[in-house]
């Protein structure tokens, strides 16, 4: 593949509360400690690819694999630190939306420490700006690998991807998060890779509630590409990943067992450095093996982008 890769999504500020055990309805508690990061989880995938490019199998030699990013921010605090991150991480960010009238996306994590297991709230803020009009001058036609998520509106989800399908240029599809209401309805076929975690390739198969595990995973990803995905990568947590092609049969990429602190942004970290390594190499095992060990090696740290480590 030829071009940079082009990530399209959210900016968020994380705002991270540990805690022994989670409030329930009506309970509040107290003692939680707090990690601050940059989020968003088209930015934390942008930033992932960034981090790990130099180390990119089948990249021997470069310093990092060239990320550009299209997205929203507001202008005020929120988004400092994430410019300062973009700029540090030599991310390209010349379509990225600053805007006087809205904020910053926030979330409110809560996580388990004991299990590292996590909560999102998000109030999108200017994500709900990145509309298909406003991605009219993205340069996605001139990119070698798109890849997008489901944390900005549908529209423009639906366009950038239509638009690289017609240019030729492949896309990875992280489908997160998605409900009825945010499908963006995208024609599978227009789609080289899904990575759907257990949730979320529920929701694709229209069994909403239910969630995809190990034992089902090989046929929950048969059922995808019958739909006409190119290749499908279930993301499993601590198990790993599924990886599934056409004439293939479906394999599991087991993770290496970690003491897991932390694991909000892990499914980014698996995809941004999936899409780095396939835009190097194209060899989609070798892809899926370099983004379970750098996803698993982040949720050894806290927080979301604090925990990329630079590869
Ligand atoms: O995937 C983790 C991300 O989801 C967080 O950074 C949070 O902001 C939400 O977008």
């Known amino acids: 593949m030829t071009g940079p890769l082009l990530v399209v999504g959210s900016v968020n500020h994380d705002l991270i509360f540990r805690h022994a055990r989670l409030p329930q309805a009506g309970e509040t508690i107290s003692g939680a400690e707090l990690f601050t990061s940059c989020g968003g989880k088209g930015a934390n995938q942008a930033v992932a690819a960034a ?59 809560w996580v388990d420490a004991g299990t590292g297991d996590n909560r999102i709230m998000n109030a999108p803020g200017a994500n709900r700006r990145l509309t298909a009009d406003a991605l009219a001058e993205a ?76 034992e089902s995973a090989a046929d929950a990803a048969s059922e995808l590409l019958e739909a006409g995905y190119g290749g499908a ?20 990429v087991p993770a290496p067992k970690v003491d897991a602190v932390d694991t ?17 190499s194209s060899d989609s095992r070798q892809a899926a093996l370099f983004g379970v060990r750098y996803a698993s090696d982040s949720v050894t740290r806290h927080g979301t982008q604090t925990s990329f480590a630079r590869w």
């Open 264 to 280: 909000t942004g892990a499914g980014d970290a698996f995809n941004g450095a999936f899409a780095a390594a396939l835009l190097a």
């Open 51 to 109: 981090r790990c490019g130099a180390s990119t199998p089948g990249a021997p030699g470069r310093t990092a694999a060239p990320v550009l990013f299209c997205g929203a921010i507001g202008n005020d605090s929120h988004a400092e630190a994430q410019l300062r991150t973009f700029e540090e991480d030599e991310i390209d960010i010349r379509h990225l939306l600053v805007l006087d009238d809205i904020h910053t996306g926030l979330s409110s994590i």
């Open 233 to 252: 990568v279930l993301t499993l947590g601590p198990a790993g990943v599924l990886l599934a092609e056409p004439g293939s049969t479906p394999t599991l």
């Open 139 to 214: 340069p996605i036609e001139d990119a070698g690998l798109l890849l997008i998520q489901n944390e900005t509106p549908a529209d423009g989800v639906r366009s950038a991807v239509g638009r690289a399908h017609a240019a030729g240029v492949p896309v990875i599809w992280n489908p997160a998060p998605i409900d009825e209401a945010s499908d963006p309805g995208l024609d599978p076929r227009h789609v080289a890779w899904v990575t759907p975690n257990e949730v979320e390739c529920a929701v694709l198969l229209g069994r909403h509630g239910e969630r995809i595990d190990v």
